[in-house]
């Protein structure tokens, strides 16, 4: 047995350095795990997949180059790139390192089952497909998938002028369609109007996004609305996946509220359905003209032949709840319902009839047909298809067999995806229904959380950990899937997802959304709109890259695009009509049941409850999805517009100054635009603590207004949290911390610690009250002053219980604290986060009862809250500069000798990540890693990283050995062969003795 010696210091700083500047990435070498699974029932052939990716910064990746996607076999897989975001720069800056880069592909995964694919960067995969731009002309443009060539007109838009399948024409050349509305008799068509732009949104060998945006016109040339149709297409396919919003950018008109007098004052007469300036209509269709059509196959195996027209019609959600909202909650959506679920007519027989339909419908003839398929077309109710024997297809959008007229105020729009998939030759039920269902649940390409989290494109991010975290995890999970432990009031465990069926919250206005259900109204299931504010549609990517369920992927997106079509007052095409336009509406105003003005509430949109950009632009990144972008640079133009009107809006102490830090930073990184820096810079210089007496010395300071003598604790923590965006926005930049906010943030958490805070427990926990007052009087939500009992928290007494607002803003508290650890390096501050980390995650109602999902309002602060703690206090594999023990091997070592390695750690610890690398230098200075594959260049690990834990203490404990499966290297060694492990664990776990602890020892057999 040989022990050989540790390397000289001055290597181990070169490695440790070299590890610094690779991070996660390790080195230049890439190697991304990319799973695709497949959770909807539906076997998948050849589909279409278009994901984003994150890489991370030390990677050095300014190119997609040298991308590619393999398969498990270690083959190329075809597949294009493109770039969204880089760090440090904009998207268009190739000298910046790529930040998030957007994967076209196509896979085959059988009904649940699953396929991996990995990114890597040797070698070029963009591979060369048949797709193209074949025509641009004035009055037209052709797209040529290589299956099929799609023409759109420019001068009118009837969808498609012609689509040719194998030689055939499926389309009538003198059929009437496009995107058709009817009001009070007359017809508004796209098919009237010339575009007013046709663009190549985005384009690459696998993928082009076609954009048309125009007007629905009569025949006078009358406009009624707006539309914007994004027509996507794909290599090899004669499919297109259509996404046709329907907009009513009317301006608003204005009136005086209150005794307001400025000008600027007058609001926007727009909450209530049928304000002035909505648009009122009987229904909206897409058309499609099919050259010849005589037979029909759709829902539950129903097919025939044409001889009179075929309608599949939702008219209500389906669900028990169906009906919650009668005739006297008009003119909400759902007091409009007529009967459960669908139904199936051919003429006037009733074929078929159910609760919820997948949606979708294929017609056929001589010369082709066309299956079409409506995504959540229950959950989007009304919905329906139409064909009849002429060959028209018909998409209800908004379906005239509707009992009422559809509203669609100023400012509001909704986008509806549509299947068009075309075809020359037969297609039988079984593939058209697998087609359509796989169009309702597209296929994602998901890295793991180790990889999301250590890309650091979210920032400090946390691992689901139940075994270090299981009271948060349980209330996280919650949200989803029912808690072990039963509400003891209701004696049932229930979830977002049961609230979300009980208060029926479906249908095309209120799909996507969450109910206000801590205030239900009239009776317990009927419930006003969250509108989704707190960033609840961020948390929810937060909580799926934290644990890699692809349940919080649906949940995520279809928050989001319900949040960006309902929830956003929209700017004209022509412009900003009003300083009101780009804002997000608040909630329902509390006890309000939102029928009247569902999603818009009568205080309008407002700085202080102003959110989803963070969501939004995940999204974008996620899926490529360009509307989430213009949605929220919207929003960003409107804080920025009503911040100049009302600079007092601006004020630290509410919780619209956090929002509007936070994004302005996804703006600045979405586009470059120096205006969202220059104005984050302006903006968070007027909360620094230098600029307020009071966080020096509360006792001595005196407010002018007495509005000002106090502040609500959790806003405040939402400020220093936005705060803590800005510097990581800084330090990604690289630009100098001018107004020494490093020193602002300490300021601000010292202030909290000495005067705020109230520990109980021992001090174990610590909360803030609601209010605090300068003169040091606590309050509650009401700003109703208690004294005596409540000057010591006391869990125990509902008073107490109800001033401080435990438990779930203590969260945030916990973040703030984990921030300014990370800005000052100071313990202290960590050993404060804990206590505000447990007392937010303590149940909310039962101090004695693991936590389960309450209210929508909870479930908000949870997911959002936390995970930024959980990573600085160990909750992370890189939540700490690894520690590293270096050793080396001598060139004569060769394969078949075994290898183990000794270490020790100190208690106590509950787990750690060990990633063990074989390292050699070529006499040019470059480094090559023995790893799976063979010899690869960069430093990258010869062993996955392998997770202990479960004991206090290891000393002198073998953690791995084996036989090294060694080949000879590429090229000549020079010197030693370097062996060194790095060690990955919380911030408790360290190594005995630093590097000497650990020893490498290699036994000839």
């Known amino acids: 047995m040989k022990i050989f010696r540790l390397f000289p210091v001055s290597f181990i700083l070169l490695i440790l350095a070299l590890f610094a500047m690779t991070g996660p990435a390790r080195a230049q070498a890439l190697d991304v795990s990319l799973t695709i ?253 099919l050259a010849s059509a005589s037979t029909f196959l759709t829902e539950s195996g129903n097919s025939g032949n044409l001889e009179e027209p075929v309608l599949l019609y939702q008219d209500s959600s389906g669900t028990d709840y169906w009906n919650n909202y009668g005739p006297e909650s008009a003119p909400r959506l759902q007091s409009a319902c007529t009967f459960r679920g669908w139904r ?93 269902g796989a169009f309702n649940a597209p296929l994602f390409m998901a890295a793991t959380p180790t990889w999301y989290a250590d890309s650091k494109v979210f920032g400090d991010v946390g691992f689901r950990d ?238 002018l207004d007495p509005e000002d003598s106090y502040f609500r604790t959790w806003m405040l923590s939402l400020y220093l949290f936005g705060v803590g965006k800005y510097l990581d926005l800084l330090e990604e930049f690289g630009q100098p911390d001018t107004l020494n906010w490093r020193q602002g943030l300490k300021d601000y958490a010292d202030f909290l610690l000495r005067w705020v805070k109230q520990e109980y427990e021992g001090g174990r926990k610590a909360v803030f009250p609601y209010d605090y007052y300068f003169d040091g009087v606590i309050a509650d939500a009401d700003g109703n002053p208690f004294v005596g009992d409540c000057m010591d928290y006391d869990p125990g007494n509902p008073v107490c219980r109800e001033t401080y607002p435990a438990y779930t803003w203590c969260l945030v508290a916990a973040d703030v604290f984990a921030y300014t650890y990370k800005y000052t390096g100071e313990e202290r501050y960590l050993n404060e986060a804990r206590k505000f980390f447990l007392a937010g995650t303590e149940d909310h109602y039962y101090l004695d009862s693991v936590p389960t999902y309450y209210y929508s309002k909870e479930a908000a602060n949870i997911i959002n809250n936390g995970p930024f703690y959980q990573f600085h206090a160990g909750g992370g594999v890189s939540q700490q500069t690894p520690s590293l023990a270096l050793l080396f091997i001598p060139t004569e070592a060769r394969r078949g000798e075994s290898v183990s390695l000794y270490i020790s750690l100190v208690s106590p610890f509950e787990w750690v990540y060990l990633d063990f690398y074989l390292v050699m230098q070529s006499p040019n200075e470059e480094y090559f890693s023995y790893t799976a594959d063979g010899w690869m260049p960069g430093i990258i690990p010869a062993f996955s990283a392998v997770p202990i834990g479960g004991a206090s203490v290891l000393r002198n404990t073998p953690v791995i050995s084996g036989t090294l499966p060694w080949a000879d290297p590429p090229v000549d060694a020079e010197g030693e062969y370097q062996f060194f492990a790095a060690f990955t664990g919380p911030g408790t776990t360290t190594l005995v003795g630093n590097f000497a602890s650990a020893s490498l020892v290699i036994s000839g057999e």
């Open 37 to 289: 699974a497949e959770d909807a029932g539906y076997a998948r052939m050849d589909e279409p997949v278009t994901s984003g990716v994150p890489l991370p910064r030390s990677a050095g990746i300014t190119s997609t180059s040298s991308l590619r996607l393999v398969d498990e076999s270690g083959d190329t897989v075809p597949a294009a790139f493109m770039v969204l975001g880089r760090w440090g720069g904009t998207p268009r800056d190739t000298s910046r390192p790529i930040r998030w880069v957007l994967i076209d592909t196509n896979v085959s995964v059988p009904a649940y089952g699953s396929v991996t694919l990995r990114l890597r960067n040797d070698g070029a995969g963009s591979a060369v497909s048949s797709l193209s731009l074949a025509e641009d002309t004035p009055e037209h443009v052709v797209v040529d998938t290589g299956a099929a060539r799609f023409r759109v007109g420019k001068t009118a838009f009837r969808i498609f002028d012609s689509v040719t399948v194998g030689g055939v024409e499926i389309l009538s050349p003198s059929g009437s369609g496009g995107i058709v509305a009817a009001r009070s008799g007359e017809i508004y068509s796209s098919q009237n109007d010339t575009p007013i732009s046709v663009t190549v949104e985005q384009q690459t060998t696998r993928r082009l996004l076609l954009k048309v945006m125009g007007s629905l016109r009569n025949a006078a040339g009358t406009a009624l609305l707006e539309y914007t149709a994004r027509l996507e297409f794909f290599a090899g396919k004669a499919v297109v996946r259509a996404y046709v919003t329907i907009e009513n950018n009317n301006p608003p008109e204005v009136g005086e509220w209150g005794d307001l007098i400025l000008d600027t004052d007058y609001q926007p007469i727009v909450c209530q359905i049928g304000s002035p300036n909505s648009v009122s209509l009987s229904g909206i269709s897409l058309n499609l003209p």
């Open 344 to 436: 199936l007519t051919q003429g006037s027989e009733t074929l078929s009839s159910g609760d919820q339909s997948l949606g979708w419908m294929e017609v056929s003839g001589g010369q082709g047909g066309l299956l079409t398929a409506v995504r959540d077309f229950w959950q989007n109710f009304p919905k329906a298809l139409r064909a009849d024997s002429s060959g028209m297809v018909r998409v209800g959008l908004f379906p005239d067999e509707f009992s009422a007229d559809f509203n669609l105020r100023p400012g509001e729009r909704k986008t509806h995806e549509v299947l068009l998939a075309f075809h020359a030759g037969s297609l039988d039920a079984a593939e058209a229904e697998a087609a359509a």
């Open 466 to 703: 139940p075994s270090r975290w299981p009271i948060y995890e349980t209330y996280a999970d919650s949200v989803l899937y029912p808690a072990p432990d039963p509400d003891p009031y209701t004696g049932r465990s229930t979830t977002l997802l049961e609230r979300i069926e009980e208060f029926n919250f479906y249908g095309w206005q209120d799909f996507g959304d969450a109910p206000v259900d801590y205030e239900p109204t009239e009776e317990f299931r009927r419930a006003g709109h969250f509108n989704l504010k707190y960033q609840f549609s961020y948390g929810m990517w937060l909580q799926f890259i934290r644990s890699g369920d692809l349940a919080w992927v649906r949940l995520a997106e279809r928050a989001n695009k319900h949040l960006a079509d309902i929830d956003i007052f929209h700017i004209p095409r022509s412009g900003r009509s009003h300083w009101m336009q780009g804002g997000y509406f608040g909630h329902s105003y509390h006890d309000e049941p939102g029928n009247l003005n569902p999603n818009r509430n009568y205080g309008i949109t407002t700085f202080d409850l102003c959110y989803g950009v963070p969501g939004m632009m995940a999204l974008y990144y996620l899926r490529g999805y360009p509307q989430m972008l213009e949605a929220s640079l919207e929003v960003v133009d409107y804080q920025m517009n009503i911040w100049q009107l009302f600079p007092e809006e601006g004020e630290q102490r509410k919780r619209g100054a956090q929002s509007y830090l936070w994004h302005l930073a996804e703006a600045y990184r979405a586009t470059g635009d120096s205006r969202y820096l220059t104005e984050l810079n302006d903006f968070v210089a007027l909360g620094h603590p230098s600029n307020y007496g009071w966080v020096a010395d509360p006792r001595g300071y005196t407010p």
